[in-house]
């Protein structure tokens, strides 16, 4: 069929040795942005994703059609849970890197639908992990956890070593319950594992679900925002991480796990030559700003007044505070975020005005709001 040579020209790389790698979450943020750089270096990259509805799927379809025209990428329309539909993509590529990103992200939401975390986060993780442990040459396996793991934890910064045994949300609580899930392919398969905990990513293209897209679309339409305090009404305060060095951390992930997998024969079933890799890493904006700052610094860039209105977090799932701590990422990584939040809101701005006006004039045929420039 038509789509097993798309997955084949996607995956392959043109490149002799360079890497393919299956992107879960391909039309996602995170993951739509990580698959153009992927391409950019010449590796293979073949995406999967359900294009679920927690957000407009139209901003997914969006990045679809980048990728396409961008970085020729093929995103395969399917669930993670499907698994055999994952052992017949690993039967068209052999990837050597499955980064998985695809998960019910949101804290909110968690409330409303919380069996849609179990299903993804926990369910799904276990069917894409299923597949690698098995497959061969097998894959590395880098994902994306959060630092809602470390929950109710007032330890800043947040070291890797830190407790996580507190979480705050449903979707905190699938996310570190899958932190020791891949603990298990690891010890018991060999798989490599690299752990990455994204702190607050926001920038073009970014999800309508969280702040900063909400807040900038109230600020233009003058209607009132939500600033949570938290306890003893505290400020709030987050880690914004501009997606160009999200991305750039997840690269180097790939590139140092390779380096580390157990496997070595890649095509042959011996027996690992050294443990496989097991890795944590925090990768963060180095900066917390809070809410309230975040808010008028999107007044400025916007040239618009905000309509505050101060509410209590209890209740929410949210956490007062968070905070990387980066050595390790900087350490093994190189890791070292570049962009100023500053920077990187006007950045989103400016996709955002252009991506909603093209989306009020249907005619317009080009992918709607092509990002600017999203490197740092
Ligand atoms: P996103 O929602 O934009 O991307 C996730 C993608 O996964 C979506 O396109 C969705 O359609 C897909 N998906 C969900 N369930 C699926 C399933 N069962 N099968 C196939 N596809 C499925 O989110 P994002 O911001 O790009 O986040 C990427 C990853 O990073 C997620 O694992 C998220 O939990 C994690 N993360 C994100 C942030 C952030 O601030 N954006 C912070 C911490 C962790």
Known sequence: PAWVTRVRQSGNPPRAGGFSVLVTGAAGFVGSF????????????????????????????????????????????????DADLIRALFHIVPFTHVLHLAAQAGVRYAKEDP????????????????????????????????????????????????RTDQPASLYAATKKAGEEIVHVYNYLYGLSVTTLRFFTVYGPLGRP???????????????????YR???????????????????????AVETAAKSTGYKDHGKTKRKAR??????????????????????????????????????MDGTGDVPYTAANLTLAEKHLGYSPRTSLKKGLKKFVLWYLKYTSRNRTPKNSSPAGEPSDPSP
């Open 115 to 162: 069996m849609s975390y179990v299903q993804s986060n926990v369910a799904g993780l276990v069917s894409v992990l299923e597949v690698c442990a098995r497959a061969r040459p097998q894959p590395a396996f880098v994902w994306a956890s959060s630092s809602s793991v470390y929950g109710l934890n007032s330890h800043y910064p947040f070291s890797e070593i830190d």
């Open 34 to 81: 990580t698959s153009l750089a992927i391409a950019k270096k010449g590796w293979g990259v073949v995406g999967l994703d359900n294009f679920n509805h927690y957000y407009d799927p139209a901003l997914k379809l969006t990045r679809e059609k980048l990728m396409h025209k961008n970085g020729r990428i093929f995103v395969v329309h399917g669930d993670i849970n």
């Open 230 to 252: 938290g306890p003893n009404n505290t400020a709030v305060a987050r880690d914004f991480t501009y997606i160009g060095d999200i991305v750039n951390g997840i690269m180097a």
């Open 275 to 312: 443990p496989a890799q097991f890795r944590i890493f925090n990768l963060g904006g180095n900066r917390p700003v809070t809410v309230d700052e975040m808010v008028t610094m999107l007044e400025k860039t916007l040239n618009r007044t905000a309509i505050r209105l101060y509410e209590s």
């Open 209 to 227: 679900d969280m702040a900063i897209y909400n807040f900038t679309e109230s600020i233009l339409s003058q209607t009132p925002i939500q600033v």
